[in-house]
């Protein structure tokens, strides 16, 4: 097996590993719908190993359905994640057992496959890339259901840098073009897809994501409470839902306090804040003075290399990510302190903008001029067009294979469940609107 089949072959026994790290629990919180807006647990264990069996098995490997009577009813379009506890799911050790005998007849593809064939799903091994990053997404998604759960001592949790108090509070991104997306990247979706030059004025966005201190002063100052700061969908949103705090916040006299993980700790000041909507995040904005980035001005402060001009895979350049540079794949179950990555800062000296939290932008998630569908349509193309907001950079459950600089991310604007923050921006001109939040 050559070296870059033993990468791919080591990339599928890590994101196993983490997925039934994940499912490691009694089987009644494996069954158990803890939201109406997750799935079961074992719903998605057994749906990456269906997912990998329909693309690397049948698509790609040519190989005869092993399990074709339980495609629908892991076929997410088909069964909202509210309906999904009514299905007659595999129980939990069957579908351990699926998943492993899929994942023996995927290795044997692996070995035979030519990595270097005119087939798009071979092609740089493009289909195993496809199924590692589904893999992985589903991994965030279940430790989103493992946080709304709040059953304690599921969840691993780890160390972290300190974090860097001072530095400037925003970073100029001067006026001209960058190239946005990729036609490079092996792995890339096809939303990300085709790289396209786009010009942009000049623009401030904060070096460093919102934290919770600055989030609290929002709050502290009658953020939630007054509709000036709010869309109306917005406003229509905190109305309807009664949101106060971010959630999982609870308030205690004089002090914020939070569920992680089935424990309840003080909100730590120094992070950046995460579980907050893309209204909440709209709102904050707008309080301040500022506004949420585009997704195209989000990019080009991460990944854009103005002396190169050239774009990076990540904000500090090509090299694989490490401990120095971000928060990634689950080596600490929150969001580093804000300063802890001066390594990691992009070329415009823009930090923390892998990993940590998903940021909200301003942008709808549309198609890039002359997308393409690939490898189905229900990928992206179906998801076009609606409420849908687009997300950017990855949150500390995101693994490194799933995450770069141009990966996008979309979500309806009331989800806070996820693990998800944001960063403000402002235009060069014209100046920016007093508000209470200004400083």
């Known amino acids: 097996m050559s070296d870059f089949k033993e990468r791919i072959a080591a990339e599928l026994v890590s994101v196993r590993n983490r997925s039934l790290t994940y499912t490691d629990a009694e089987d009644d919180v494996l069954l158990r719908q803890h939201s109406p807006l997750m799935s079961p647990l074992v719903w998605d264990l057994a749906h990456v190993g269906n997912y990998e069996e329909l693309w690397v098995l049948r698509e790609a490997g040519g190989i005869t359905p092993l399990r074709p009577e339980i495609d629908d009813m892991y076929d997410a379009f088909m069964h909202p994640r ?3 506890p009514s299905l007659p799911m595999l ?60 059953e304690p001592g599921l969840v691993r949790d780890g160390d972290l840098p300190p974090g ?48 919770n201190r600055a989030y609290a002063a929002f709050i502290e100052e009658g953020g939630y409470d007054d509709p000036r700061w709010w869309t109306p969908e917005g406003w229509r ?24 993980f089935g424990r309840t700790e003080p909100v730590p000041m120094d992070e950046p804040v995460q579980h907050v909507c893309w209204y909440e995040a709209d709102a904050y904005a707008r309080w ?41 794949g689950h080596r600490a179950a929150r969001p580093a302190p804000l300063g802890a990555f001066p390594a990691g800062a992009s070329a415009y000296g ?10 909200w932008t301003g942008s709808r998630f549309l198609a890039y001029p002359g997308f393409s569908s690939f ?14 907001r687009v997300l950017r950079g990855g949150s500390w459950a995101a693994d490194p294979a799933a995450v770069r600089t141009t990966f996008r991310n979309w979500d309806h604007p009331i989800r806070r469940q996820i693990f998800s923050g ?13 508000s209470p939040g200004q400083k």
Not at 237 to 258: V, Y
Not at 293 to 319: H, S
Not at 375 to 388: C, I, L
């Open 422 to 434: 944001f960063r403000c921006a402002r235009s060069a001109s014209p100046e920016r609107v007093s």
């Open 237 to 260: 949103w905190r109305q309807e839902s009664r949101a106060f705090a971010p959630l999982f916040w609870t308030r205690d006299g004089g002090t914020w306090w939070r569920n992680r």
């Open 350 to 359: 823009v930090e923390q903008m892998i990993g940590d939290v998903w940021e």
């Open 164 to 211: 860097r108090p001072g530095g400037p509070e925003e970073v100029f991104i001067p006026a001209g073009s960058f190239l946005m997306g990729t036609d490079t990247e092996p792995w890339a979706y096809d939303n990300e897809r085709p790289a396209h030059r786009v010009d942009l004025p000049g623009y401030w966005i904060d070096r460093l994501p919102v934290g």
């Open 288 to 328: 301040a003075g500022k506004r949420l980035p585009t997704e195209a001005e989000w990019e080009k402060a991460c990944g854009w290399d103005p002396e190169a001009e050239r774009a990076r895979k990540y904000p500090w350049g090509d090299d694989v990510p490490g401990a120095d540079r971000t928060n990634l």
């Open 91 to 150: 129980a939990p050790v069957e579908a351990r057992h699926y998943i492993e005998g899929v994942r023996g007849r995927v290795l044997d593809v692996l070995d035979k496959v030519d990595l270097h064939s005119p087939d798009p799903l071979h092609r740089g091994g493009f289909v195993f890339g496809l199924v590692i990053q589904h893999e992985h997404q589903h991994d965030e998604t279940m430790l989103a259901t493992l946080q709304l759960s709040k």
């Open 82 to 84: 509210k309906d999904r």
């Open 375 to 388: 490898p189905y349509p229900e990928y992206s193309e179906v998801f076009f067009g609606g409420d849908y």
